[in-house]
T-cell receptor, first 113, second 114 residues
Framework: DAGVTQSPTHLIKTRGQHVTLRCSPI?????VSWYQQVLGQGPQFIFQ???????GRGNFPDRFSARQFPNYSSELNVNALLLGDSALYLC????????????FGQGTRLTVV | GENVEQHPSTLSVQEGDSAVIKCTYS??????FPWYKQELGKRPQLIID?????GEKKDQRIAVTLNKTAKHFSLHITETQPEDSAVYFC?????????????FGKGTLLTVNP
């Protein structure tokens, strides 16, 4: 079985640019969450989507947005990139919206220069 | 919102010794507490989790204990092996509506010396 897949694995962007990160959940999983992990810290919650609807949003500026598609894959978009947006962006999928095991993808390492 | 504190930030043990990592949480409504292991450059992987209706859970060399009154939970690894070396994260989550986000601690770098 394929796990959670994310693309791209690495990305370098310039300040002010826009970036789109992609996530495909495990087959049958309808819930996708996004987390930002800065080096040396634990992951921080950005968004949760379930059945294509936003179900939760963390303390991130409006420059961050996301969506979930009918096949349950998801995109995270970040506009007007700042140096501080450099981080590992993790996607996690769950079978439902509830408190079940969250399976993480390998992440996208974003570097903003 | 929820705040999770994790200690220690680094832990070094000899192979075969036990390792204990402790976390405290602030929101008494939290009811799900997973532990993740993250090896360098790899994805976080769930190693054990516990729900608030249980005080202790074991899986081979790994155990987790939960004290709801004190709002803390701990990870215990016995008979440590070099392959246990990694960063370990605790997390807390509460149910209801959209509140299923995981709030993570800052992590513990565990080094098991052969």
């Amino acid at each position: 079985d394929a796990g959670v897949t994310q693309s791209p694995t690495h990305l370098i962007k310039t300040r002010g640019q826009h970036v789109t990160l992609r996530c495909s959940p495990i087959s049958g999983h309808k819930s996708v969450s996004w987390y930002q992990q800065v080096l040396g810290q634990g992951p921080q919650f950005i968004f949760q989507y379930y059945e294509k609807e936003e179900r939760g949003r963390g303390n991130f500026p409006d420059r961050f947005s996301a969506r979930q598609f009918p096949n349950y894959s998801s995109e995270l978009n970040v506009n007007a990139l700042l140096l501080g947006d450099s981080a590992l962006y993790l996607c996690a999928s769950r079978t439902t919206v509830g408190n079940t095991e969250a399976f993480f993808g390998q992440g996208t390492r974003l570097t903003v220069v | 919102g929820e705040n999770v504190e994790q200690h220690p930030s680094t832990l070094s043990v000899q192979e075969g010794d036990s390792a204990v990592i402790k976390c405290t949480y602030s929101d008494s409504a939290s009811n799900y507490f997973p532990w993740y292991k993250q090896e360098l450059g790899k994805r976080p992987q769930l190693i054990i989790d516990i729900r608030s209706n249980v005080g202790e859970k074991k899986d081979q060399r790994i155990a987790v204990t939960l004290n709801k009154t004190a709002k803390h939970f701990s990870l215990h690894i016995t008979e440590t092996q070099p392959e246990d070396s990694a960063v370990y994260f605790c997390a807390a989550s509460k149910g209801g509506g959209s509140n299923y986000k995981l709030t993570f601690g800052k992590g513990t770098l565990l080094t098991v010396n052969p």
